[in-house]
């Protein structure tokens, strides 16, 4: 019986081989897949912003999961040819619509070696290097939101995710049994009714607060509605504020909104994963002011630190409440026992097994440093007040209320014919060009152009290729 055992499982072992590629294997294949990702960036800055699905759907491998591994040069040119190049040129300089996502080469090399290594980072036990690391960069965030000595916060896949983690820690330290109101301004991404669905407060009585005219709540307005609740009595429980609404970058009165949370008693979410990572540079902490009096607050490294994506955070500004709502255990791992790097970052989120998120964000800070990040960040903001400058001087755009962070919303005001449609179209023929990718959105049922500047690939050039596109766009159009 043994022996039999022993014979099946060598045979079985011998047929496990392709998964443990000896050092010579994988150097040939590190070699390769490092030269397919260098042709790859190579090639972004001249290619176009968009290119065409057909190949997804035409081109497969085929059998597409085979018995027997194929040779590697066959699947990284079909990676290359019906996965990286299709859609949207999300890497390249010219793509600024939506929040455009670059991804620093330092951080795919932290995502290799964090997948090479394989720690387990969920457990300072575990991995108290890599816990460390995760407890590290969560701070050094929560330093750069001003957060004091106290705070908590955890790499999260993204700003939806962090959104949750902070409104389930909203819900269980203010609105435990239910009740209270919500406050947000139409412009509040949509991740927040997903997150309080989730939370189970998608009932929770719902205000919408109005804006000033650019775009951001106006505190009096808030003031009013929490104090006309509290007269009524509805308690006021969660308010969101922007900082860095999706569609046009407005940046809420953060100060102002935190006292008004203040004297009525009310938790202070600020949903900064577009913009509060501005706080790095001067002048984007200028603008943010007031963002560290939140009680939570939701960054994205995806976007304003260039990361790739994959990379939200949340923090929270008394770090016990995060505490309070994730923390969980169980036999399996309490033999595993404490180490004193803080916080287990299973201890703060839904998730257990995670990815070692934080390399990917540690490592482009230890190679490129801080600095080079706080100059990209004031350059993004410089560069979109360049762009609304430049369209003041063009004909017939209306350049929008001066940008408060780097998304700049615009319109062109055609003479004759109705504005929308012309915008519309306007936006369909500058992505049709392939040249630079914009995107659209609609502002009061205004249908409006966004240009989001975020990309660290993006310099003034590429701002000047936009005004081009625009100009060609339009007199296409006004000839057609
Ligand atoms: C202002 C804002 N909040 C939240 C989110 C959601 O973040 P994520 O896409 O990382 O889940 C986004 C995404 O674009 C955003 O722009």
Redesign the pocket.
């Known amino acids: 019986m043994i022996d039999a055992l022993r014979t099946r499982i060598a045979e079985l072992r011998a047929r496990t081989a392709p998964l443990e590629p000896d050092g010579a294997e994988r150097n040939a294949l590190g070699q390769q897949a490092l030269a397919h990702a260098l042709a790859f960036l190579d090639g972004i800055p001249d290619a176009p912003s968009k290119q065409p699905a057909d190949l997804v759907f035409s081109r497969r491998l085929d059998p597409e999961f085979p018995e027997q591994g194929r040779d590697p040069a066959d699947v990284l040119a079909y990676l290359g040819e019906c996965v990286e190049r299709p859609g949207f040129a999300t890497a390249s300089p010219r793509f600024m619509a939506?929040?455009p996502g670059g991804g620093l080469f330092h951080a795919a090399l932290g995502d290799l070696l964090a997948a090479v290594s394989n720690k387990y980072s969920g457990f300072a036990s575990a991995a108290p290097g890599a816990a460390r690391l995760e407890n590290a960069t969560s701070a050094w965030l929560a330093e750069v939101i001003g957060y004091p000595e106290g705070s908590a916060g955890t790499l999260t896949s993204?700003?939806?995710?962090a959104?949750l983690a902070a409104i389930v820690a909203a819900r269980d330290a203010r609105d435990a049994d239910g009740g209270g109101s919500v406050y947000a301004t139409r412009f509040a991404?949509h991740?927040v009714d997903k997150a309080l669905h989730i939370a189970g407060r998608g009932r929770a009585p719902r205000r919408t607060v109005a804006t000033d005219d650019g775009h951001r709540m106006s505190a009096d307005a808030l003031d009013r509605a929490l104090s006309g609740d509290r007269a009524a009595g509805i308690r006021p429980w969660l308010v969101v504020a922007?900082a860095?609404?999706?569609d046009s970058g407005a940046v809420d009165p953060l100060a102002d909104i935190a006292d008004v949370c203040r004297r009525h008693g009310a938790w202070l979410h600020v949903?900064g994963?577009?913009?509060g990572l501005f706080a790095l540079c001067d002048a984007g902490r200028e603008r943010l002011r007031g963002i560290d009096l939140a009680d939570s607050v939701?960054v994205?490294p995806?976007?304003t630190l260039f990361l790739p994506y994959g990379t939200?955070a949340v923090l929270v500004r008394e770090g016990r409440h995060l505490l309070d709502s994730f923390s969980a255990s169980a036999d399996y791992i309490r033999p595993l026992g404490d180490f004193d790097v803080g916080p287990s970052p299973a201890d703060l989120s839904p998730e257990l097994t995670r990815h070692f998120r934080a390399l990917r964000l540690w490592l482009p800070l230890q190679i490129a440093g801080v600095e080079a990040f706080r100059a990209a960040q004031a350059e993004k903001l410089a560069l979109a007040a360049y762009f609304h400058a430049r369209l003041g001087e063009l004909p017939g755009f209306d350049a929008g209320p001066a940008p408060d962070l780097s998304v700049v919303a615009f319109r062109y005001l055609p003479e004759t014919g109705d504005a929308d449609t012309f915008n519309e179209r306007l936006l369909r023929d500058v992505q049709e060009e392939g040249r630079v990718m914009l995107s659209g959105t609609r502002i009061d049922g205004r249908f409006t152009l966004r240009c989001a500047i975020v990309s660290f690939r993006t310099h003034i050039e590429h701002i000047d290729e936009v005004v081009d596109a625009l100009v060609r766009a339009v007199a296409r159009l006004q000839a057609s």
């Open positions: 939506y929040i993204g700003g939806s995710l959104t991404h991740c922007s860095g609404t999706v949903d994963a577009y913009g939701v994205d995806h976007k939200g």
